[in-house]
T-cell receptor, first 112, second 115 residues
Framework: RKEVEQDPGPFNVPEGATVAFNCTYSNSASQSFFWYRQDCRKEPKLLMSVYSSGNEDGRFTAQLNRASQYISLLIRDSKLSDSATYLCAVNRVNSGYSTLTFGKGTMLLVSP | GAGVSQTPSNKVTEKGKYVELRCDPISGHTALYWYRQSLGQGPEFLIYFQGTGAADDSGLPNDRFFAVRPEGSVSTLKIQRTERGDSAVYLC?????????????FGPGTRLTVL
């Protein structure tokens, strides 16, 4: 099983739709979870951090289920500008420091 | 303030050549990371620096890859005897420290093409 797995895409949705992405992780010791957004040929940019059960920021809601080892990202009222690839990242705890493991990403295409 | 910068933005080289990729992290960030991203994949961890030292180089694919950060700021990723399979976007990220909750900020990347 891969360390971090995401829904394969792409997701094609109309403007105004609600869309949800899932991400599962294999390391039960992971403590921090992140959703990054990556536009085509650009660098990943942090969208949301998830440390406890969940986090909400405007139209975006991230939820964490530690028992089932998955994180979800919900986008409400999709905009054309939400079209991008969404990367799930999970921290790997080492001795005194933390690094990130990324999933392959899920592409979202929002159409008029 | 200034974000993470990387140079060059694009590098085309021939198989067997040596390349250096540079990363300038956010000022004051002690942790610096290098990742490699191939088409259709997420960033893959290569190496992590805390200050001047490489604290974790477990992601470097082989001994052709090496990175330094001599003064604890700018870092250079060095690839010897490049192969076509090395073609990818090389991303650098920095964070204040390397705690689990610290956000990693990415640079724009260097797109390496090995012909």
């Amino acid at each position: 099983r891969k360390e971090v797995e995401q829904d394969p895409g792409p997701f094609n949705v109309p403007e105004g739709a609600t869309v949800a992405f899932n991400c599962t992780y294999s390391n039960s010791a992971s403590q921090s979870f992140f959703w990054y957004r990556q536009d085509c040929r650009k660098e990943p940019k942090l969208l949301m951090s998830v440390y406890s059960s969940g986090n909400e920021d405007g139209r975006f809601t991230a939820q964490l289920n530690r028992a089932s080892q998955y994180i979800s990202l919900l986008i409400r009222d999709s905009k054309l500008s939400d079209s991008a690839t969404y990367l799930c990242a999970v921290n790997r705890v080492n001795s005194g420091y933390s690094t990130l493991t990324f999933g392959k990403g899920t592409m979202l295409l929002v159409s008029p | 303030g200034a974000g993470v910068s990387q140079t060059p933005s694009n590098k085309v080289t021939e198989k067997g050549k040596y390349v250096e990729l540079r990363c300038d992290p956010i000022s004051g960030h002690t942790a610096l990371y290098w990742y490699r991203q191939s088409l259709g994949q997420g960033p893959e961890f290569l190496i992590y620096f805390q200050g001047t030292g490489a604290a974790d180089d477990s992601g470097l694919p082989n001994d052709r890859f090496f990175a330094v950060r001599p003064e604890g700021s700018v870092s250079t990723l060095k690839i010897q005897r490049t192969e076509r399979g090395d073609s990818a976007v090389y991303l650098c990220a920095s964070s204040l420290w390397a705690a689990a909750t610290d956000t990693q900020y990415f640079g724009p990347g260097t797109r390496l093409t090995v012909l």
